[in-house]
Protein backbone atom coordinates (compact mmCIF):
# COMPACT_ATOMS: atom_id res chain seq x y z
CA UNK A 1 0.00 0.00 0.00
CA UNK A 2 1.18 3.37 -1.00
CA UNK A 3 2.38 5.85 1.76
CA UNK A 4 1.70 9.60 0.46
CA UNK A 5 1.17 10.63 4.41
CA UNK A 6 4.66 9.37 4.55
CA UNK A 7 6.07 11.19 1.50
CA UNK A 8 4.20 13.90 2.99
CA UNK A 9 5.39 14.16 6.31
CA UNK A 10 9.41 13.72 4.76
CA UNK A 11 8.59 16.87 2.03
CA UNK A 12 7.25 19.11 4.99
CA UNK A 13 10.53 17.94 7.20
CA UNK A 14 12.49 19.12 4.34
CA UNK A 15 10.39 22.16 3.27
CA UNK A 16 10.54 23.78 6.95
CA UNK A 17 14.69 22.38 7.18
CA UNK A 18 14.92 25.22 4.51
CA UNK A 19 13.01 27.55 5.03
CA UNK A 20 14.62 27.78 8.72
CA UNK A 21 18.37 26.81 7.15
CA UNK A 22 18.37 24.04 10.03
CA UNK A 23 20.49 21.34 9.05
CA UNK A 24 19.66 18.57 11.98
CA UNK A 25 15.88 18.34 10.61
CA UNK A 26 17.32 18.02 6.53
CA UNK A 27 19.82 15.92 7.80
CA UNK A 28 16.94 13.40 9.24
CA UNK A 29 15.11 13.52 5.90
CA UNK A 30 18.38 12.77 3.58
CA UNK A 31 19.44 9.67 3.23
CA UNK A 32 23.59 10.15 4.14
CA UNK A 33 24.26 9.21 0.45
CA UNK A 34 21.85 11.60 -1.05
CA UNK A 35 22.99 13.91 -4.04
CA UNK A 36 22.28 17.41 -4.52
CA UNK A 37 22.10 17.48 -8.49
CA UNK A 38 21.37 20.88 -11.26
CA UNK A 39 23.03 22.65 -14.38
CA UNK A 40 22.43 25.98 -12.81
CA UNK A 41 23.29 28.36 -15.55
CA UNK A 42 23.62 25.31 -17.53
CA UNK A 43 26.60 23.66 -15.73
CA UNK A 44 26.23 19.89 -14.21
CA UNK A 45 26.37 20.74 -10.22
CA UNK A 46 26.47 17.35 -8.08
CA UNK A 47 27.11 17.51 -4.67
CA UNK A 48 26.68 15.10 -1.89
CA UNK A 49 24.74 16.11 0.81
CA UNK A 50 27.41 15.95 3.08
CA UNK A 51 28.78 19.07 0.62
CA UNK A 52 25.09 20.80 0.69
CA UNK A 53 24.27 20.58 4.13
CA UNK A 54 27.05 23.33 5.14
CA UNK A 55 25.55 25.80 2.12
CA UNK A 56 22.42 25.77 3.66
CA UNK A 57 23.72 26.47 7.31
CA UNK A 58 25.63 29.46 5.99
CA UNK A 59 22.77 31.07 4.17
CA UNK A 60 20.26 33.66 6.26
CA UNK A 61 17.43 31.73 7.00
CA UNK A 62 13.76 32.71 5.21
CA UNK A 63 12.11 32.43 8.77
CA UNK A 64 14.67 35.34 10.14
CA UNK A 65 14.00 37.62 7.17
CA UNK A 66 10.05 37.19 7.41
CA UNK A 67 10.18 35.79 3.92
CA UNK A 68 6.76 34.57 2.99
CA UNK A 69 6.34 30.88 1.96
CA UNK A 70 5.56 29.90 -1.58
CA UNK A 71 5.99 26.03 -1.97
CA UNK A 72 3.52 23.28 -3.16
CA UNK A 73 3.84 19.48 -3.64
CA UNK A 74 2.42 19.56 -7.12
CA UNK A 75 2.61 15.35 -7.74
CA UNK A 76 3.88 12.12 -6.08
CA UNK A 77 4.46 9.31 -8.22
CA UNK A 78 4.96 5.90 -6.52
CA UNK A 79 7.18 3.75 -8.40
CA UNK A 80 6.41 0.59 -6.25
CA UNK A 81 6.19 0.21 -2.57
CA UNK A 82 9.19 1.78 -1.00
CA UNK A 83 10.13 4.09 -4.08
CA UNK A 84 8.47 7.71 -5.19
CA UNK A 85 9.09 10.97 -7.05
CA UNK A 86 7.87 13.92 -5.58
CA UNK A 87 7.29 17.21 -7.50
CA UNK A 88 7.64 20.38 -6.14
CA UNK A 89 8.23 24.74 -6.14
CA UNK A 90 9.46 26.43 -3.75
CA UNK A 91 11.18 29.80 -3.33
CA UNK A 92 14.37 30.41 -1.46
CA UNK A 93 15.24 34.06 -1.24
CA UNK A 94 14.79 35.52 -4.41
CA UNK A 95 14.97 32.17 -6.60
CA UNK A 96 11.97 29.64 -7.19
CA UNK A 97 12.89 26.27 -7.85
CA UNK A 98 11.49 23.25 -9.26
CA UNK A 99 12.88 20.62 -7.44
CA UNK A 100 12.39 16.43 -8.20
CA UNK A 101 12.67 14.42 -4.99
CA UNK A 102 13.47 10.61 -5.38
CA UNK A 103 12.47 9.30 -2.26
CA UNK A 104 13.32 6.03 -1.09
CA UNK A 105 12.39 3.89 2.65
CA UNK A 106 14.61 2.68 4.12
CA UNK A 107 14.11 1.13 7.45
CA UNK A 108 10.92 2.44 7.84
CA UNK A 109 11.16 5.99 6.69
CA UNK A 110 11.57 7.44 3.96
CA UNK A 111 14.45 9.51 2.80
CA UNK A 112 15.37 11.72 -0.24
CA UNK A 113 18.43 10.35 -2.50
CA UNK A 114 18.04 12.70 -4.53
CA UNK A 115 17.60 16.04 -5.20
CA UNK A 116 17.23 17.64 -8.89
CA UNK A 117 16.47 20.70 -9.02
CA UNK A 118 15.74 23.79 -11.76
CA UNK A 119 15.54 27.48 -10.79
CA UNK A 120 13.69 30.28 -12.61
Same mark, same amino acid.
Request: net charge negative; hydrophobic share 40%.
Given at each position: ?13 ? @? ?17 ? +????? +????? @? ?12 ? +? ?25 ? @??RL ?11 ? @? ?13 KL????
Amino acid at each position: MNDFIGIQDCVQNY @LDGLYSCDTHKLEQVFHPQ +AHYVG +APDGE @LLIRSIQEYLPIVA +AREPGSQRGEQRHEAIEAIEFAGEDTA @LVRLHCRIGPRFFIDL @LSIIRCDGRWRIICKLFHTE
